[in-house]
């Protein structure tokens, strides 16, 4: 038999940014917020009060708080990866070839790939090379072979099932959706993981580039990081050429994704500060990209702005993410990497970020023009150095639990972190609330409330029933507990 897994996730996908921390961006608050009032898209709530009292802690210099650049320890290094253990045989039989078309970004064609080697093992049959989708979001042309290792992919999941780079000759005319079937996912946790976390490993282009992007957010220390091996290979080589021969410590810094792109803002249906023209703006957005959603909008109706707002249900904006890593304490001369692509509203919508904090990067900042020219206009690839500059990084900090780069950075830093890779999971719903209270509220009931919502997100637990094992890899499937 033939069969046919297409699998659609179109609204959420990664792409490059760039952020240029420029005199006329690094101005003061009140300079910045003089600038946003002039945009294209005024907000009402710029949350400059609460922006001002920032501005003024972080100019004291206090001393970071002794967890802020840790997870739980001793809880957390007890679970180590397991998922390339294997209690079964070799498939023998071959009933047919599995043809996969993932699209949407790097992310979820990662995803995408690793539930349809779960569908061809639970099939009997033989994966075809996955073909990615051209998206009119991404506008990508990138291939399997442009982003991943392939031999290596096929070798390393031999035991597991049989893949092939193409479908035999006398069946490459056959009328593929005349015949073909939609398989539906079922649940086989540890080789989604295999897949995930040791099948999976960037070509030596990518490898290369993520390696001298890694070196220069370390200014360039002596030591890879941790989990280098599992993300740049053959590259995570020791840097030999320390200052006068002696040792050079690595830089810390902090990686943040900023999810603030209009795909993300027209599908969450929520209203970001920017009135009638931002309405008009995402809803025609919607219309072309969305058609489904905009149906559902006319026909149906749904929560409100405000209610989708207060159940956590909004991507933090720039101007609350900033806000959040104030309050944890993170000190003005922290260095911060900028992932996520194209923001919503332009350059004056980081005018809080790169007002508060003026050490950030971006891969467009650390590498040449001619080190990105063989990435440019493939997004995905683009998206492949910022999985591996998030990943590596001493902390992470995600904006929106949707987001799939971060669900996936997340998880891979818990399956090979050993419990020293922490990452800061905003909970929505606590920090809408405090949000809420953003025109009274003192800055140090504002701090307290913050590193208390951060902090419950901090706990290590089990994978919880029906989450998704990249974002959770802590189960017996994928990982084992130490006695």
């Not at 504002?446 to 919502?453: I, L, N, T």
Request: aromatic share 8%.
């Amino acid at each position: 038999m033939l069969l046919r897994l297409q699998l659609d996730d179109e609204f959420s996908g990664n792409k490059d940014m760039s952020v240029q921390n420029s005199p006329e961006i690094s101005v003061s608050i009140k300079e910045g917020l003089k600038k946003i009032g002039k945009g294209k898209r005024p907000r009402k709530d710029t949350y400059d009060r609460m922006l001002a009292l920032a501005a003024h802690s972080l100019a004291k210099n206090k001393h970071e708080p002794k967890d802020l650049w840790q997870e739980p320890f001793v809880p957390a290094s007890a679970w180590r990866p397991c998922a390339d253990h294997r209690d079964w045989n070799p498939i023998e039989e071959n009933n047919g070839y599995i043809l996969v078309t993932a699209n949407g970004g790097m992310n979820q064609q990662r995803v995408a790939v690793c539930n349809a080697v779960v569908v061809a093992r639970l099939l009997n049959s033989s994966l075809v090379i996955p073909r990615f989708m051209y998206s009119s979001v991404w506008r990508d042309v990138s291939q399997f072979s442009d982003i991943y290792q392939e031999e290596h992919f096929i070798n390393y999941l031999t035991p597991d099932i049989r893949i092939v780079k193409e479908l035999p000759k006398e069946l490459q005319l056959l009328d593929l959706e005349a015949i073909g079937s939609t398989v539906t996912d079922v649940d086989l946790q540890r080789l989604r993981c295999r897949c995930n976390f040791h099948a999976l490993q960037f070509v030596p282009k990518i490898q290369e580039t993520g390696a001298l992007l890694l070196q220069r957010l370390r200014k360039h220390a002596t030591h890879p990081g941790s989990l280098d091996h599992y993300l740049i290979g053959p590259f995570a080589e020791p840097n030999l050429k320390g200052k006068g021969g002696h040792a050079v410590k690595a830089s810390r810094y902090l990686a943040i994704h900023l999810r603030f792109e209009i795909d993300m803002l027209a599908h969450s249906l929520c209203e970001y500060g920017g009135g009638e023209a931002e309405r008009k703006e995402l809803e025609a957005y919607r219309e072309i990209h969305f058609p489904a959603l905009t149906h559902l909008k006319k026909t149906t109706e749904l929560r409100s702005p405000a209610l989708l707002r207060s159940e956590g249900l909004c991507p933090l904006t720039p101007e609350e993410a900033v806000l959040m890593l104030a309050a944890l304490g993170f000190r003005r001369k922290t260095q911060m990497f900028i992932a996520g692509a194209n923001i919503y509203g332009g350059r004056s919508r980081l005018t809080a970020l790169t007002s508060l904090y003026h050490n950030l990067v971006t891969k467009e900042k650390l590498l040449s023009a001619s080190e990105l020219k063989p990435f440019m206009n493939f997004s995905s690839q683009l998206a492949a150095l910022d999985f591996i500059a998030c990943t590596a990084s001493d902390a992470f900090a995600m904006t929106d639990s949707g987001s799939q780069l971060s669900s996936l950075v997340s998880g891979f830093r818990i399956y090979y972190g050993g419990g020293k890779m922490p990452t800061i999971r905003p909970n929505k719903r606590r920090l809408a609330d405090i949000f809420m209270k953003n025109n009274t509220i003192e800055w140090r009931i504002f701090e307290q409330s913050v590193r208390k919502a951060v902090r419950q997100t901090k706990h290590v637990f089990e994978r919880p029933k029906g989450r998704s094992v990249y974002r959770y890899p802590r189960c017996k499937e994928c990982m084992c507990l130490a006695e």
